[in-house]
């Protein structure tokens, strides 16, 4: 018995809505993938990659998680980072977070939520380093805010330092990574100030953290 019938409508109006429109962009898109941006982003339902930036379907390869985190040791993520990089020749890598990440507060709160804990002590290790900074906040709202943003830098400086991102730079393939953040509130993204295009310019990321 199928119990999402609703989604199947719904795809069917949209598949039909898209040829509408365009009669080939199926058949465009069934040729290859050829997409400019990798988007490593938060898990969370409220955001998503695609729409937020207005693309179709196509052009933006795309990375998921749990607070958006980005570990050396996960496979998982190096693999989509690899493949983007070495295979599908992206411009572009963008590390967006989200204010109100509930990831991120469960960290900043030592709340402890069952397995999904193992994964997110990497973000309290980033308020641990941080802990002066956000204790200097004097609303919760705005550490956990801050510590949004603070995570995302992290994140970005992981990817700079992944030796894909650093052997694409020494063979000089064009390539940039991008730290952003996108508010639930009113769906406006912002730039962190994070922008990577090599080696010497990774000690931008901390830079921009104190602008921040």
């Known amino acids: 018995m199928r119990l999402l019938d609703k989604l199947f409508e719904n795809n069917r109006a949209w598949a039909d809505g898209v040829c509408a429109a365009d009669p080939t962009f199926f058949h465009k898109l069934a040729e290859q993938q050829a997409p400019d941006y990798l988007w490593i982003g938060c898990s969370d339902s409220r955001v998503p990659a695609n729409q937020i930036v207005g693309l179709d379907p196509g052009e933006v390869f795309v990375h998921r998680n749990v607070a958006n985190i980005v570990l050396h040791a996960d496979l998982n993520c190096m693999s989509v980072i690899q493949f983007a990089v070495d295979v599908l020749k992206v411009e572009h890598i963008i590390v967006c977070g989200h204010y109100g990440c509930g990831g991120v ?15 997110i002590r990497h973000v309290r290790d980033v ?16 550490r956990w805010a801050r510590l949004c943003e603070l995570n995302v830098l992290d994140q970005v400086a992981n990817v700079c330092h992944s030796s894909i991102v650093q052997d694409a730079w020494a063979r000089e393939q064009p390539l940039a990574v991008h730290g952003w953040i996108y508010d639930v509130a009113d769906g406006r993204l912002r730039d962190l100030n994070a922008c990577i295009t090599s080696r010497r310019e990774i000690d931008a990321i901390t830079k921009a953290a104190q602008r921040l």
């Open 127 to 142: 308020a641990r380093r941080k802990r002066e900074e956000l204790l200097a906040l004097q609303d919760e709202d705005r």
């Open 105 to 119: 507060r469960a960290a900043m709160n030592d709340d402890r939520l069952g397995l999904v804990d193992f994964w």
